[in-house]
Nanobody
Framework: QVQLVESGGGSVQAGGSLRLSCAASGLTFTYYGMGWFRQAPGKEREFVAAVSRTGSQYSADSVKGRFTISRDNSKNAVYLQMNSLKPEDTAVYYC????????????????????WGKGTLVTVSS
């Protein structure tokens, strides 16, 4: 079955960096768009960044210039490099796969993700 396993979360001070990884198995990775989403306590899950199966990237305005998504098809993995972290970035971060037919990452969102990981917690202290 499809498995998405996130790693790399942790606690960091404001201004610091973290790199999240997501290892995918049980699917033809190159067919799928991949995304990172987050959910803060008491809030709804929100889009962070996505990369399409063709490599198109898109990120939320709140993280533009600070977070970078990338994928390595040879490793069936997707990454989220997070720099200049802020306390408001504190959340559980989820990796997801979906949007098989989309080549533009702008079209990838919560509604067209088919598979989800269990999440990894990122805590940013001030």
């Amino acid at each position: 079955q499809v498995q998405l396993v996130e790693s790399g979360g942790g606690s960091v001070q404001a201004g610091g960096s973290l790199r999240l990884s997501c290892a995918a198995s049980g699917l033809t990775f190159t067919y799928y768009g991949m995304g990172w989403f987050r959910q803060a306590p008491g809030k709804e899950r929100e889009f962070v960044a996505a990369v399409s199966r063709t490599g198109s990237q898109y990120s939320a305005d709140s993280v533009k210039g600070r977070f970078t998504i990338s994928r390595d098809n040879s490793k069936n993995a997707v990454y989220l490099q997070m720099n200049s972290l802020k306390p408001e970035d504190t959340a559980v971060y989820y990796c997801a796969a979906g949007g098989k037919y989309h080549t533009n990452a702008r079209n990838l969102g919560i509604d067209n993700m088919e598979y989800w990981g269990k999440g990894t917690l990122v805590t940013v202290s001030s």
